[in-house]
Structures are given as C-alpha cells and as structure tokens.
C-alpha cells in the first residue's frame, strides 16, 4: 500500500494523534518517530498498529531489521515524501513512524522482582523535556519504577517521547494522584525520601538501601506539604554556589545514583 495525498484521512488521525492529547486517550494510540523509539517500543511489550515509511529515506533492508523486533503480521505503508513533511515532528530526518497502542499506567499494574525496589517519584512536572530527561536517568540506572504524582502532562505526548529518547517505552510507570502515591508506598512498605529546600538532612547522610522512592518536586514550587508531612524523611542536595537549586532531572540523577552507589554490595 502507497499514500501519496496528505488528505488521506490516516494521515489526518495521525496529525491529530500528535497534536491533541484528548485523541490519544480516547484511541488508546500515539504516535512514535525514528526507528529507535519503535524498536524500544516493541521490545517493552507495546502492540504495534501502523508502520509507515518513506522509502527514499528509510531503505528496505532498514525496515525488515525494525520488524524483526516483533511477532505481529504487519503491513508496512510506503509514503511520500510530502506526506512524511507532513505528519513528522522532527527536525532530523527519519524517514519511519508508528502508530502504537497506548498502556494503562495504574499504580496497581506496578509489580517489583525485588523486596527493596528503587523508585522515582515525580510530583506534577509539566515540561515534556523535563519528564523525557527522568525516564532517560531512570533507565540509565535500571530503577524498579517511575511514578508521577498528578500528572500535568500526558505521557504519550510526542515531545516526551522524542526527549526520553524511547525511555518512556522501557521504564515501568505508574500515575496517581499525591495522596494516592503516599497510600501506595506506605502499603507496599516502601520509605519515601523527599527532596526539599527546606530540609536539613544531606541526601548522602541517609540510607538508601531497604526499599526507597526519591521523591522531586517542580522547580519552582518543590514538593507540596502533603508530601513533605509524610515522608519518612526530607533530604536536600547541599548547593554551594549562588542558586539554591538545579534542574530537577539533574536532582533526581544525583540521588537515584548516590543510592545506587549504595546498593552495589547488595547485588
């Protein structure tokens, strides 16, 4: 099969999956751009829909390799170039998107193999390129889990995809709202360690090595009270300079690894 037309009504579906958040959840579909995301895709469990690609740009030998990486019967759609301008967000040239089936992220679909899981826990954050960076520090350090507190942002957005490099497709996530996060750790009896400017404990003077989540807040606002009444402790990062903090993926990195660097004798 061939789209040559850009009022090919997929093509549309498409355009309208990447741009609104509403579509998405109501089809259960999002879109994935580059041959890396959708190979991570496939390899966390994810059913594959549509693959299309523009043959001068993505070859054949490209496109068998990708569909090695799945079990499903699928039928690729070659496309013009002026309909692969037409429904790809990047800037860099692909030449090969998806449409996949989205997951549930429930807190009750999270199941760890281990007593003493790591997680990250995320409150509120809202900016895609931030999200994407803690899913890439997640899955750099292998983490049980991430988990986000009153998600703002959908987690299929396009942007969050593109800045998680795939990430999104390799980590197990789970959403819920603060109360419902707090309800959830303290059942499964796992400590919870928040991040706060207002602490006074170094994060290094804990101890990270039973069951942990690290908790972030937003940049601006941090953490709410709720969290910070019922954590098992609030931790701060010591600043030494001028600002009295960091970019919050680059805060969750440094305490997902100084726990890290605390579990190695674990293993």
Request: hydrophobic share 40%; aromatic share 6%.
């Amino acid at each position: 099969m061939n789209i040559t037309s850009t009022q090919n009504p997929l093509i549309k579906k498409i355009v309208l999956l990447s741009e609104k958040s509403r579509e998405r959840k109501k089809e259960g579909i999002c879109v994935v751009e580059g041959a890396r995301e959708i190979r991570l895709a496939l390899e966390g469990g994810y059913t594959l829909e549509t693959l299309l690609y523009q043959p001068e740009i993505f070859a054949e030998e490209h496109l068998l390799k990708l569909l090695s990486h799945t079990a499903q019967r699928v039928n690729p759609i070659a496309i013009s170039k002026e309909v692969y301008q037409k429904i790809s967000y990047r800037s860099s040239t692909e030449g090969v998107i998806a449409l996949i089936q989205t997951k549930k992220h429930s807190l009750d679909t999270l199941a760890f193999v281990t007593d003493s899981p790591l997680l990250l826990v995320a409150e509120a954050p809202e900016k895609p390129g931030n999200i994407g960076a803690l899913l890439r520090t997640a899955d750099a350090a292998n983490i049980d889990a991430v988990i986000i507190a009153n998600p703002k942002t959908d987690l299929y957005n396009p942007n969050i995809i593109r800045s998680s490099v795939g990430c999104v497709f390799t980590v197990p996530i789970a959403t819920g709202s603060t109360t419902e996060v707090i309800d959830f750790l303290k059942a499964k009896g796992i400590n919870s360690y928040c991040a706060a400017l207002t602490a006074f404990k170094p994060y290094y003077e804990v101890s990270f090595e039973e069951a942990s989540a690290i908790v972030v807040g937003t940049e601006d606002q941090g953490l709410t009270e709720e969290w910070l009444t019922h954590s098992t402790q609030n931790i701060i990062i010591p600043m030494e300079g001028v600002i009295d903090s960091m970019n919050v993926s680059v805060a969750a990195a440094v305490l997902i690894f100084e726990a890290k660097r605390q579990r190695v004798n674990l293993n």
